[in-house]
């Protein structure tokens, strides 16, 4: 696998590969700060 990863015909793969999945993590760590925050005003 790491073979695969350093070839360059396959190395903007797993970097495109790589940005989509470090996307969703901050778009789903974003997303539930905005639902505390929500949570927190309904609570007050």
């Known amino acids: ?3 695969a ?3 360059f015909l396959f ?3 797993y970097k ?3 940005k989509a999945a470090e996307k969703i993590k901050t778009d789903s760590a ?3 700060a905005e ?3 929500v949570n927190d005003k309904k609570k007050k």
């Open 1 to 3: 696998m790491n073979a």
């Open 5 to 7: 990863k350093e070839n």
């Open 11 to 13: 190395r903007g793969y």
């Open 16 to 18: 495109r590969r790589e």
């Open 30 to 32: 974003e997303k539930k």
């Open 35 to 37: 639902e505390i925050k």
